[in-house]
């Protein structure tokens, strides 16, 4: 069974930052499967990266994706405040598993 | 407009039944294939179950096989999810969402329904 580990599991940081954000797998996966998520309160989720590193329609190019094998990165460069938000990462080959998230809070 | 709406959640004792639909609109419903996914509060996200565009393939996640099932109704653009047998542990909210390709994001969610299982 595949186990999706992110850490780290909160990120404190301020806007302007740049946030690096690790997804890591418990066995090598394809990357074409790896997806990136933001859930913010009262809101639906929404698709930020997909196949590791493509952006999902109107996403900013302030996000990126990148990684292979076992270790995937999501990076925000320049935090703005409306990024502040739980991130999740997703992989969907065999079946659909989740990591647990990484909350990103204003510091 | 593009949308999935999910209705269907409230209260209800452990052992009893619910059914959630989600109420699709601005895309083609019966092309798609849609999911069910779960997050219990203050917890992660959680796969609940999968269906084929058609209805023909069906797929739950462990911890509810057996008691949930998923399906669909193209002629009303609406997926269900029947739960039956339910526990404590299925208090959750419940999104449904679309895969924009096979095995692939899912890139339409909805805002999710809540569902208490409580005596």
């Known amino acids: 069974e595949l186990v999706l580990t992110q850490s780290p599991g909160t990120l404190s940081l301020s806007p302007g930052e740049r946030a690096t954000l690790s997804c890591r797998a418990s066995q090598s996966v394809s990357s074409t499967y790896l997806a990136w998520y933001q859930q913010k309160p009262g809101q639906a989720l929404r698709l930020l990266i997909y196949g590791a590193s493509s952006r999902a329609t109107g996403v900013p190019d302030r996000f990126s994706g990148s990684g292979s094998g076992t270790d995937f990165t999501l990076t925000i460069s320049g935090l703005e405040p409306e990024d502040f938000a739980v991130y999740y990462c997703?992989?969907?080959?065999?079946?659909?598993?989740f990591g647990q998230g990484t909350k990103l809070e204003i510091k | 407009q593009v949308q999935l709406v999910e209705s269907g959640g409230g209260v209800v004792q452990p052992g009893r039944s619910l059914r959630l639909s989600c109420a699709a609109s601005g895309f083609t419903f019966s092309s798609s294939v849609i999911h069910w996914v779960r997050q219990a509060p203050g917890k992660g996200l959680e796969w609940v179950a999968v269906t084929s565009s058609d209805g023909g393939f069906k797929h739950h996640a462990d911890s509810v096989k057996g008691r949930f099932t998923i399906s669909r109704d193209n002629s009303v653009n609406t997926l269900y999810l029947q739960m039956n047998s339910l526990r404590g542990e299925d208090t959750s909210v419940y999104y449904c969402?679309?895969?924009?390709?096979?095995?692939?994001?899912?890139?339409?969610w909805g805002q999710g329904t809540m569902v208490t299982v409580s005596s």
């Open positions: 997703q992989h969907s080959d065999n079946w659909y598993t």
């Open positions: 969402a679309r895969e924009r390709r096979p095995h692939d994001a899912f890139d339409i």
